[in-house]
């Protein structure tokens, strides 16, 4: 179940008018929400799935448009391995888009991203990889910090993980525009947060698109 532009909800969070899409909360799992400023971003069309949540938006006063797509992803192995074959099939349906993938995907790809706990990768892990590959994307690593999520515990029980990713397709970086990535203070959660920044070609430095 999704609610579309929640007015009041956004007021009392952000204190401003923002359009905004979002996925209620089911059990454990927690919802999801994607917000954009209608005065700066355009919506041409979107899908929201149980795992994400996609908006196609155009920059005002530019012509190009940009697939953002929100990821949270399920704890069970068949969950996720049919979140990953949702978002090909996403991909293969846009497939000129200039794509944007960011969220919490809940899988790594390799023990590098991964300190403490068991020494070993779930199979999850290579059906991972494999869909990086085959949509071939690239993964905006932040410019500080190395794991986005730990168990909140010490010592030889702590456990971290890089499960929070941004990955674009590699059409976006070969058009000149440069991306980068930082890990946020957590703010009390057990992830810590993700903002992607983009210098986009014809937009003011200052004013860069943020996902």
């Given at each position: 179940?999704?609610?579309?532009?929640?007015?009041?909800?956004?007021?009392?969070?952000?204190?401003?008018?923002?359009?905004?899409?979002?996925?209620?909360?089911?059990?454990?799992?927690?919802?999801?929400?994607?917000?954009?400023?209608?005065?700066?971003?355009?919506l041409i069309?979107?899908?929201?799935?149980?795992?994400?949540i996609?908006?196609?938006?155009?920059?005002?006063?530019?012509?190009?448009?940009?697939?953002?797509?929100?990821?949270?992803?399920?704890?069970?192995?068949?969950?996720?391995?049919?979140?990953?074959?949702?978002?090909?099939?996403?991909?293969?349906?846009?497939?000129?888009?200039?794509?944007?993938?960011?969220?919490?995907?809940?899988?790594?790809?390799s023990?590098?991203?991964?300190?403490?706990?068991?020494?070993?990768?779930?199979?999850?892990?290579?059906?991972?990889?494999?869909?990086?590959?085959?949509?071939?994307?690239?993964?905006?690593?932040?410019k500080?910090?190395a794991?986005?999520?730990?168990?909140?515990?010490?010592?030889?029980r702590?456990?971290?993980?890089?499960?929070?990713?941004?990955?674009?397709?590699?059409?976006?970086?070969?058009?000149?525009i440069?991306?980068?990535?930082?890990?946020l203070?957590?703010?009390g959660?057990?992830?810590?947060?993700?903002?992607?920044?983009?210098?986009?070609?014809?937009?003011p430095?200052n004013?860069?698109?943020?996902?």
């Amino acid at each position: 179940m999704f609610q579309q532009n929640n007015e009041n909800h956004q007021k009392k969070i952000l204190g401003k008018i923002m359009d905004c899409l979002e996925i209620e909360s089911s059990g454990m799992e927690g919802g999801l929400a994607t917000l954009w400023n209608p005065q700066v971003l355009q919506l041409i069309s979107s899908e929201v799935a149980r795992s994400h949540i996609s908006v196609e938006l155009q920059m005002v006063g530019n012509p190009d448009t940009y697939l953002c797509t929100n990821v949270y992803g399920p704890q069970k192995l068949e969950a996720k391995l049919l979140m990953l074959r949702s978002l090909s099939n996403l991909q293969q349906r846009n497939p000129q888009a200039r794509e944007i993938f960011r969220g919490d995907f809940n899988m790594i790809t390799s023990l590098t991203e991964k300190k403490g706990g068991i020494r070993m990768l779930n199979w999850d892990a290579e059906a991972f990889k494999d869909f990086i590959k085959s949509t071939k994307l690239v993964d905006i690593f932040p410019k500080s910090g190395a794991f986005t999520w730990n168990n909140k515990r010490g010592g030889d029980r702590q456990i971290t993980s890089r499960l929070d990713k941004v990955l674009v397709t590699e059409t976006i970086l070969l058009e000149g525009i440069t991306m980068d990535s930082d890990i946020l203070p957590s703010g009390g959660s057990d992830h810590w947060p993700i903002i992607m920044n983009a210098a986009i070609l014809g937009t003011p430095r200052n004013k860069p698109f943020r996902f």
